[in-house]
């Protein structure tokens, strides 16, 4: 069974533009749950969203926002960008959301 | 929201040494697991184990949940063990999928 895929690996944009993460989890799995990783704040939750319904969310501005379509792909958005939010963006999938979660690779984003 | 406290910060151990890291947490959890966080960033699902004990190998993991933590134990330890290891737990009134994740400990194995 083929893992959880994000892309892209690798990213670099300029303050204020917008950007687009894609999420493709694992066959069957119908939870996927993003996360943000830098080196001064650690692993953090965005939000987690099942049958593209949004279950949860973490502490981040309105810029950061997702979605998850019928076949449980999910995108998420940064729009406006700052240095502050390179990071390494984490996607998660599992069965139900409170259960094993498998992470892709992550996607690298430097804002430059 | 739930704290993850995790001990050591940092770990150096020479091949072939046995060592324990533990995490403590603040609140009744309904998930509890432990990663390992390749150099290039990949998180790696060690154990899923909100209570009780598993083994896997070298690895193996403890979750005493009426008293709050857990304990992942590396056996015989091998340069490719080298990396991060990470705690993280849902809340139980949280769900969801939502894991918080501990600060980590960095182990490095040397030859």
């Known amino acids: 069974k083929a893992g959880v895929t994000q892309t892209p690996r690798y990213l670099i944009k300029t303050r204020g533009q917008q950007v687009t993460l894609s999420c493709s989890p694992i066959s069957g799995h119908r939870s996927v749950s993003w996360y943000q990783q830098t080196p001064g704040q650690g692993l953090q939750f965005l939000f987690e969203y099942f049958s593209e319904t949004q279950r949860n969310k973490g502490n981040f501005p309105g810029r950061f926002s997702g979605r998850q379509f019928s076949n449980s792909r999910s995108e998420m958005n940064v729009s406006t960008l700052e240095l502050g939010d390179s990071a390494l963006y984490l996607c998660?999938?599992?069965?139900?959301?409170?259960?094993?979660?498998?992470f892709g690779p992550g996607t690298r984003l430097t804002v430059l | 929201g739930i704290q993850v406290e995790q001990s050591p910060p940092d770990l150096i151990l020479q091949e072939g040494a046995n060592s324990t890291l533990r995490c403590n947490f603040s609140?009744?959890?309904?998930?509890l697991q432990w990663f390992h966080q390749n150099p290039w960033g990949q998180l790696i699902n060690l154990f899923y184990i909100p209570s009780g004990t598993k083994q896997n190998g070298r690895l193996s993991a403890t979750t005493v949940a009426t008293e709050r933590y857990s304990l992942l134990y590396i056996s015989s330890s091998q340069t490719t063990d080298s990396g991060v290891y990470f705690c993280a737990v849902e809340r139980t009134t949280d769900s969801w999928g939502k894991l918080q994740f501990g600060a980590g400990t960095q182990v490095v194995v040397t030859p």
């Open positions: 998660a999938s599992s069965l139900r959301g409170s259960d094993t979660q498998y």
């Open positions: 609140d009744s959890v309904n998930n």
